[in-house]
C-alpha cells in the first residue's frame, strides 16, 4: 500500500507563489525559479505537491504537469554552478532547452547548441535533426 507521508510544504509553496507573483519574469525565469525551489526539497513527491499546488492556486496557467516541474528541476540543476550558460539558456524557449537537456551533450556541446539555438533559432524539430546529425561537428 502506497501511503503519502504528511510533509511541510509551506516553503516550497512560498517559493512558487513568489516566483508567480513576479509578473515581469519571463517564462524561462520562472521556471527557473520554480525549478530552484524544487530543487530544495529532498523528497521525490515535491515536483508532484509543487504541481497539485499550481493547479489549485493557478487552474488557468498552464505547463506545471508534474513532470514539467521536473524538468524545471533538472534545467535548475543542470546551470546552477554555470552561471554563462545559464544566460544561454535563458534566451531560447522551454521547448528547446527540454530538447537540448535531454539530448547526452558535454559541456562543450551543450554550449555550441544553446549558441546556435539562439543564432538560427531553430524549430523543436529541426533543433532534434541537428542533435541526431551531429551539428556541433
Not at 47 to 69: I, K, M, T, W
Amino acid at each position: 500500500m502506497n501511503i503519502r507521508k504528511n510533509i511541510d510544504y509551506t516553503q516550497l509553496y512560498a517559493a512558487i507563489d513568489s516566483a508567480m507573483e513576479a509578473a515581469e519574469k519571463k517564462q524561462m525565469e520562472l521556471y527557473c525559479e520554480i525549478g530552484k525551489a524544487v530543487c530544495q526539497r529532498s523528497e521525490k513527491g515535491a515536483a508532484v505537491a509543487a504541481a497539485a499546488y499550481l493547479s489549485e492556486h493557478n487552474p488557468d496557467a498552464q505547463g506545471f504537469s508534474p513532470r514539467n516541474l521536473r524538468r524545471m528541476r533538472d534545467f535548475y540543476r543542470a546551470y546552477e554552478d554555470q552561471p554563462a550558460l545559464l544566460s544561454l539558456a535563458l534566451q531560447i524557449g522551454w521547448t528547446q532547452n527540454v530538447v537540448i537537456m535531454e539530448a547526452d551533450l558535454s559541456m562543450e556541446q551543450l554550449k555550441w547548441y544553446l549558441k546556435a539555438e539562439i543564432q538560427f533559432g531553430w524549430s523543436k524539430a529541426e533543433l532534434t535533426e541537428k542533435l541526431t546529425y551531429n551539428a556541433h561537428e
